[in-house]
């Protein structure tokens, strides 16, 4: 099975900083890995697809970006209402797992 | 509108069933594979299993969690997925989400989430 890690765990930023935050797959998986956030007692939502195509409706600051082994999540200026825990997930093959998740707060 | 709603959360005690559905709207609910993703308190997403549209056979995928006790089904002419989940435990105390298979394998729509208790 395809494992994935999330780095950091956890983030602490300011409102208008850039974040960034990283997801590794165990094997290589091309760019078959999606990002979805999830706020507190909401179901998860979908922010970008094939590791860097942005979902219709998410807001421009964010991108993803990565191929193979190594992706990153980034938003370009931190809103108020990004905080969340945001997951990626490989769809590369079964089982099609998630990462742990990083926890985005704001300072 | 696209909505998935889920039905069929319970207290149900170790060793016991539950069979969860979830009706679809607004989207044509046969061309699309839908699948179950759980969250046990407090934890991560945990893909659960997977059935695919009418043009894919219906074939069916579990994670290693759900195989042999978890069964996915679906009837399109009710725009309905189900989980019927037999020999329950309290490792599968969780919300559990339907979740609309879109472009690129990625869930584009989910349900709100049903709460699942295993307990005695």
């Known amino acids: 099975d395809i494992q994935l890690t999330q780095s950091p765990s956890f983030l602490s930023a300011s409102l208008g900083d850039r974040v960034t935050m990283t997801c590794r797959a165990s094997?290589?998986?091309?760019?078959?890995l999606i990002w979805y956030q999830q706020k507190p007692g909401k179901a998860p939502k979908l922010l970008i697809y094939?590791?860097?195509t942005l979902q219709s409706g998410v807001p421009s600051r964010f991108s993803g970006s990565g191929s193979g082994t190594e992706f990153t999540l980034t938003i370009s200026s931190l809103q108020p209402e990004d905080l969340a825990t945001y997951y990626c997930q490989h769809v590369r093959g079964y089982p099609q797992t998630f990462g742990p998740g990083t926890k985005l707060e704001i300072k | 509108e696209v909505q998935l709603v889920e039905s069929g959360g319970a207290l149900v005690q170790p060793g016991g069933s539950l069979r969860l559905s979830c009706v679809g709207s607004?989207?044509?609910?046969?061309?699309?594979?839908m699948d179950w993703v759980r969250q046990a308190p407090g934890q991560g997403l945990e893909w659960v299993a997977r059935?695919?549209?009418?043009?894919?056979?219906?074939?069916?995928e579990y994670a290693a969690s759900a195989k042999g006790r978890f069964t996915i089904s679906r009837d399109d002419s009710k725009n309905s997925l189900y989980l019927q989940m037999n020999s329950l435990t309290i490792e599968d105390t969780a919300i559990y989400y339907c979740?609309?298979?879109?472009?690129?394998?990625?869930?584009?729509?989910w349900g709100q989430g049903i709460l699942v208790t295993v307990s005695s």
């Open positions: 094939s590791a860097s």
């Open positions: 059935i695919r549209n009418r043009a894919n056979k219906y074939t069916t």
């Open positions: 094997q290589g998986i091309a760019t078959s």
């Open positions: 607004g989207f044509t609910f046969s061309d699309h594979y």
């Open positions: 979740a609309r298979g879109g472009v690129a394998a990625a869930y584009d729509y």
